[in-house]
């Protein structure tokens, strides 16, 4: 039976020896002072033996807190292995033996430490396993500043793990250095800017430490390595700490490194520390952040604060060109409502549209040439965008890429031949009078004068007519108008406003109307439209006011007034809801017609009064007009506190898209297309001049220009029928019917199209008025709070493809409001 028992230790020895070697366990000592155990080594309290028994070699921690049981750090089948381990165990394990109580739980971590990582000195096994009050031990503190295979010393380590108190000991007791560099050049402050906490950072930083603006072998401070990773906490702290935003690196400045991997927060941090950053150029392409921006986020974010969005680099590329070689037609979106020239030269003279059409992205073909990419411009190959479709353009897309050029007035996608010159890509400037046309003109004048007294000016200023710009509603569908105008001031060589004497417009349409007078340019106010849908639409419907209305009161000020503007004379149409039903309301900048109208309702009702209080505290009182008092009576009053903003804001509360403004709901309500009221106001203001005897100043009205918001297709309706249901089935149906039937009572209230411009026609027709109204046919309905960039791209798509259709129309309405 003994033998049997010693069989089975033999054999759980051998087991155990074969399992894990290096498991520290607890032994008897008592094991190892019987017959066949040989000591063969011993230094300090560390002890080897070899046991025949089962032919392996142990090596053992005496403990003197435990007389008679010590800890077996291993037990090697092998001499070489014991050989190889014991000197390394002695050596690095005295300083945790003679600082701390050791125990198999505890004594564990460090021998492994030890054997995964022969290299480490002791120092770095003790900030391994976060045993600090070993970092005291005088062999750990000659040891503290030595590196192991990588060149990292034990605070290169401390910062890498995160340790905050090994690293506040490490610099504080034992005075470890800051400058070492490992073998990639990081310094410990590299380490621990990759860390997820800025911690490490803050204590490094404290001790006024080197290394904050070293670079490694990658080219990169501890600042480039954290914008890289994104890690913002540690951004700030190693910008608090003394870090500089201006070393530059293999790959640029740090600013680079954030944009490159968009990193918003740490892009921000830099921008906030360092505002000169924005144009900071990198080594090798001499690009901007923005040309390394990658999203449009990141983009806008750089715009926002000022970034030049032209700007070109080293190899003559802007950030539009490199967005569109890669395709990134969000971001480019954001650069073309900022500003982005889409003519602008590059790279072997090539726009834009020249990369874009060998990329063959639709979507940003469209786009570029929306907002004014010209598709005859030449690269220095000679080749215009068309050539370039025609060319490169494969399968599918190759037809509807060209059918599509086409359809915007492309002549030419073929080679040009050898000896004819390349086309002149000069517009037209359109003429003006000059030094010998009024020599002729003077010598007409003289010549049909003469044995006439005089030339009769007054009758020539009266052949002069009134020119009327109409504006229908439409929201964000604003964007159609937008295009139409900048045609039409392609065609003219003016301004909108130069002209039209009058301009009328209902909520979107009375936006641009005011800012048509205030002087804003048409590509301006198409950029911003682009730009302000994202801050206006934001969130669920009803949406808040007042981001629309902190838009509105920057672009027209918040205290400028209607009448600050006199010409030309504008119209802007609301409804006052405080009644039923409701009344039409109009903002001018000029006197309002005093012509007695008798009053449409007969009423006992008191309406509260549209009156100026002292300190505008009221937001029932934004605009002045009529002032209500007994019932048939009206008395027009001033119009001159009215403010821009608020006539603006008033005209855009579209029901359920925003709330009211005051007691005013947009003016689509009751006159989407405005140009009957308009006709009708510029009627009683005439007539009202001519009751107060001022007749010669009377200017008939000549010319009507009525432009849409786009018709969007008719589709089918299955049934407006709404009844009591009687079973579920029917319930079904009276609901789809009641729908169908709120959506078209929604949509004919709204028409802008149909009657309401046939009524306009036949009004101009019988005053011999001539009548222009524009509006192309969509393919698909485009909501009021559109907020998709490729839809709303599409939809001025479809607005130049039937700009191009009406062109000859839209010369001839050039030259009629030219010639008056």
């Known amino acids: 039976m003994q033998f049997l028992g010693r069989l089975l230790d033999t054999v759980s020895s051998v087991s155990s020896l074969f399992s894990n070697p290096y498991r520290v366990r607890d032994v008897p000592l008592s094991d190892y002072a019987g017959v066949g155990k040989v000591k063969l080594k011993e230094e300090g309290r560390m002890i080897l033996y070899k046991n025949p028994s089962c032919q392996s070699w142990d090596c053992l921690l005496v403990c003197p807190e435990t007389p008679t049981v010590a800890l077996r750090l291993f ?24 600082t701390l109580p050791l125990k198999a739980d505890t004594t564990q ?9 022969p290299d480490w000195s002791s120092a770095h096994i003790a900030v391994e396993t976060g045993l600090r009050e070993c970092l005291k031990h005088n062999y750990v503190q000659s040891q503290i500043n030595a590196r192991d295979a990588s060149g990292q010393t034990p605070l290169h380590l401390a910062c890498e793990r995160g340790n905050v108190v090994c690293v506040r000991e490490l610099l504080e007791e034992s005075q470890a250095r800051t400058d070492i560099k490992d073998r990639n050049g990081e310094t410990p402050m590299h380490c621990a800017a990759k860390q997820d906490t800025a911690a490490v950072i803050q204590v490094l930083c404290s001790r006024l430490c080197s290394g904050v603006n070293e670079l490694n072998s990658r080219g990169e401070t501890p600042l480039h390595v954290a914008c890289r990773l994104g890690r913002v906490e540690v951004v700030n702290a190693l910008l608090g700490g003394g870090a500089r935003c201006d070393i530059i690196g293999a790959s640029g400045y740090p600013i680079h490194a954030a944009m490159k991997y968009n990193e918003k927060s740490c892009t921000e941090a830099i921008l906030t520390a360092d505002p000169g950053q924005l144009q900071a150029e990198d080594p090798v392409y001499g690009g901007t952040p923005l040309h390394w921006s990658k999203t449009a986020e990141m983009c806008r974010l750089l715009l926002e604060r000022g970034c030049a969005v032209n700007y070109l680099s080293k190899t003559g590329e802007s950030a539009l060109h490199i967005l569109t070689k890669r395709g990134r037609f969000e971001a480019a979106m954001v650069l073309l409502t900022h500003g982005g020239d889409a003519n602008l030269r ?117 052949n002069k007519m009134d020119r009327l710009l109409c504006l229908d509603g439409g929201g964000i569908k604003g964007l159609v108008l937008i295009q139409m105008l900048i045609a039409l001031e392609k065609e003219a060589g003016r301004p909108t406003s130069e002209l039209f004497d009058w301009v009328s417009g209902t909520s979107t349409g009375g936006i641009l109307a005011l800012a048509i007078i205030h002087g804003k340019s048409m590509e301006y106010l198409r ?8 801050q206006v639409f934001k969130g669920s419907r009803p949406y808040e006011s007042a981001p629309l209305e902190d838009f509105l009161k920057k672009e027209f000020g918040e205290n400028t007034k209607m009448t600050d503007v006199r010409y030309p004379r504008v119209m802007v149409t609301s409804v006052l809801a405080d009644r039923h039903p409701g009344e039409l309301h109009i903002f001018r900048n000029y006197d309002a017609p005093s012509v007695l109208r008798e009053p449409p309702y007969t009423t006992t009702a008191t309406f509260k009064p549209l009156t100026i209080p002292q300190g505008w505290e009221d937001e029932d009182v934004l605009i002045v007009g009529y002032t209500e008092e007994p019932p048939r009576k009206r008395r027009q009053v001033t119009d001159e506190e009215q403010l821009v903003w608020r006539a603006a804001r008033s005209s855009g509360a579209a029901p359920t898209y925003f709330r009211p403004m005051g007691r005013f709901l947009d003016g689509g309500l009751l006159a989407n297309n405005p140009t009957l009221d308009a006709m009708t106001e510029i009627h ?15 200017q008939r009205l000549g010319i ?20 009591r249901p009687s079973n579920p089935l029917e319930l079904a149906k009276s609901f789809v019917g009641a729908k169908e039937l709120g959506k078209m009572l929604v949509d004919c209230c709204t028409d802008s199209d149909g009657c309401a411009v046939d009524r306009a026609r036949a009004w101009c027709e019988m005053t011999d008025t001539v009548y222009h109204r524009l509006s192309p046919q969509l393919s698909q309905e485009v909501m009021l709070d559109e907020v998709s ?26 030259r009629q409001l030219m010639d008056n």
């Open 789 to 814: 960039d490729a839809i709303l791209v599409n939809m001025l798509w479809e607005t130049q493809m039937y700009l191009y259709e009406k062109r000859e129309i839209l010369q001839s309405l050039a």
């Open 527 to 534: 950029c911003l439209y682009f730009r302000m849908k994202e």
């Open 704 to 723: 009507v220009v009525s432009l849409g918001t786009g018709k969007p297709p008719q589709v089918v309706v299955n049934s407006v029928d709404v009844f």
């Open 75 to 98: 037990q090697v089948p092998s001499e070489e292995d014991a050989m190889n381990w014991f000197p390394q165990y002695a050596l690095k394990l005295r300083p945790f033996y003679e």
């Open 346 to 462: 590059g790279q072997d003279g090539n726009t834009a549209l020249h990369l874009a059409m060998k990329m063959d992205h639709m979507e940003l073909i469209k786009a570029l040439i929306v907002f004014g990419a010209d598709v005859e411009i030449h690269n220095d190959l000679g080749e215009t965008p068309g050539l370039i479709a025609a060319r490169t353009s494969k399968g599918p897309n190759r037809k509807i890429l060209l059918d599509m050029l086409c359809s915007v007035g492309v002549q030419r996608c073929l080679p040009p031949s050898p000896n004819s010159p390349p086309p002149n890509t000069t517009k037209a400037m359109p003429t003006s009078i000059g030094f010998k046309d009024i020599m002729h003109v003077a010598a007409s004048v003289a010549t049909m004068s003469q044995g006439r007294p005089e030339v009769d000016c007054v009758n020539m200023t009266r």
């Open 684 to 698: 009683q203001y005439n007539k009202a001049f001519k009751a107060e005897g001022h007749g010669e100043e009377v």
């Open 109 to 117: 971590p460090i021998v492994d430490c030890l054997r995964n990582h």
